[in-house]
């Protein structure tokens, strides 16, 4: 079945440093991909997307490029900020079917320091 | 704010209890999902529900059920609560009607403790 894998945490940068979450996926067909951020105590919350191969998704200086070459969508920023602490979940959503359901990596904790 | 709302935010329950979770979708969604965050297990889709029918099934158990209302809220149903249970319950709404956009939209959660 559809499966993500993302790396392992936590993460710890210095602020202004630059970041890079990896994510692999398994999945049959042209998925979309998402990579969705959870602040402390909060729910998740969509941070970029893309829905099909080469395109990339951004938002906030967070980017992210679908390669189905490689089946990755890794996660980028240049420049991390203290704010920027949160856990980083990166999903598919399989092709076609009925449901619309998303498959979620583990989660990678990312602590910036000031 | 994503819109999406769920109540109640806390749950302390004993074991072999029952509790219900409310979810509201944002306006206009028809569609909401059940996902549970555990320690051991992530993040995992429970059950889907399209204006007001089953539309697919995840890892749910059999002691869990739920259901969309007419009014497209939506009520997930934990029976015979076990400590491993113990997890953040998450709501999430998409797919408005002719929309074309299958964005899903997470509520607050409710965090269930089971004793």
């Known amino acids: 079945g559809d499966s993500v894998t993302q790396m392992e945490g936590p993460v710890t940068l210095s602020e202004e440093a630059f970041l890079t979450i990896n994510c692999t996926y398994t999945a049959t067909g042209y998925p979309s991909l998402f990579w969705y951020v959870q602040y402390p105590g909060e729910g998740l919350q969509l941070l970029l997307k893309a829905t099909k191969a080469d395109d990339k998704g951004s938002n906030k200086g967070f980017e992210a490029t679908y390669r189905k070459e490689t089946t990755s969508f890794h996660l980028e920023k240049g420049s991390v900020q203290v704010s920027d602490s949160a856990v980083y979940f990166c999903a598919l959503r399989g092709y076609g079917g009925a449901t619309n359901k998303l498959i979620f990596g583990t989660g990678t904790l990312l602590a910036v320091q000031p | 704010d994503s819109g999406v709302t769920q109540t109640p935010k806390h749950l302390i329950t004993a074991t072999g209890q029952r509790v219900t979770l409310r979810c509201s979708p944002r306006s206009g969604d028809l569609s909401v999902y059940w996902y549970q965050q555990s320690l051991d297990q992530g993040l995992q889709f429970l059950i889907q529900y399209y204006n007001g029918e089953e539309r697919a099934k995840g890892n749910i158990l059999e002691r869990f059920s739920a259901q969309q209302f007419p009014d497209l809220h939506s009520e997930l149903n934990l029976s015979s609560l076990e400590l491993g249970d113990s997890a953040l319950y998450f709501c999430?709404?998409?797919?408005?009607?002719?929309?074309?956009?299958?964005?899903?939209?997470f509520g607050p959660g409710t965090r269930l403790t089971v004793t």
């Open positions: 999430a709404s998409s797919e408005k009607a002719g929309a074309g956009s299958y964005e899903q939209y």
